[in-house]
């Protein structure tokens, strides 16, 4: 079975990693890594990842093979295309199914093997289209006073490695926000893949911190679109 590598990029959101890196490590069905970019945060990232792995390690899934962590030292603004395919670029030349993920997004316990499964079965690329914002919170699928919203997908995106390598991965030219997503949307597509937009599928199990947008874009290096 090919393995899974969950990316997740983060520039100074320790708060919110520290609620959901419990759930990044604890995927089961399919063997997986776990790929973190620190993108040069300044709220002291890398001390609190090595306190919760020697914390957490003793119930770490028994899928999970292997936690990188990879440090940008750049010191300006956020750029979260280079930052994943920074991440991606270690596993260059190998077949796995790559998750882009955010640092303010719970994983259900089996997310990462069913709609990895659905990449390889079906030629296809997972991505997130925001819907229904103003949908009702859901609070019991987390631990702690975290409010979630059941925005199915929200913020993440799977594609198998050759077909991202193949489109060149993100473009880093990209400058406006959202603008990433959109643009190897639509390369893949031209590359003949098929999109599917999981929204409101009970399979997917994901849920997303509830945040304001001057959280989600005070460390971008441009926030117009």
């Known amino acids: 079975?090919?393995?899974?590598?969950?990316?997740?990029?983060?520039?100074?959101?320790?708060?919110?990693?520290?609620?959901?890196?419990?759930?990044?490590?604890?995927?089961?069905?399919?063997?997986?890594?776990?790929?973190?970019?620190?993108?040069?945060?300044?709220?002291?990232?890398?001390?609190?990842?090595?306190?919760?792995?020697?914390?957490?390690?003793?119930?770490?899934?028994?899928?999970?093979?292997?936690?990188?962590?990879?440090?940008?030292?750049?010191?300006?603004?956020?750029?979260?295309?280079?930052?994943?395919?920074?991440?991606?670029s270690y596993y260059l030349g190998e077949d796995v199914v790559f998750v882009f993920s955010d640092a303010d997004v719970f994983l259900g316990m089996t997310y990462v093997d069913y709609w990895s499964q659905v990449v390889k079965e079906k030629r296809s690329f997972v991505a997130t289209r925001v819907q229904d914002t103003k949908a009702s919170f859901l609070t019991s699928k987390v631990p702690g006073p975290s409010r979630v919203m059941p925005e199915i997908n929200y913020g993440n995106f799977l594609v198998h490695s050759n077909d991202y390598f193949n489109v060149n991965g993100f473009s880093e030219n990209v400058s406006y926000y959202g603008g990433d997503d959109d643009d190897i949307y639509h390369r893949l597509?031209?590359?003949?893949?098929?999109e599917i937009n999981p929204h409101n599928s009970i399979e997917s199990r994901q849920y997303s911190i509830i945040h304001g947008d001057e959280e989600r874009l005070s460390n971008l290096e441009q926030t117009e679109r």
């Open 1 to 88: 079975m090919k393995k899974s590598v969950i990316i997740v990029t983060i520039k100074n959101r320790l708060n919110h990693f520290l609620k959901t890196f419990p759930f990044m490590v604890s995927q089961y069905g399919c063997v997986y890594d776990l790929v973190l970019v620190d993108f040069h945060s300044n709220d002291d990232l890398q001390e609190h990842l090595f306190r919760e792995v020697d914390f957490r390690k003793d119930t770490f899934s028994p899928y999970l093979d292997r936690i990188r962590c990879v440090k940008l030292l750049e010191d300006f603004k956020f750029n979260p295309r280079k930052a994943r395919n920074l991440g991606a």
């Open 189 to 194: 597509k031209l590359y003949g893949l098929r």
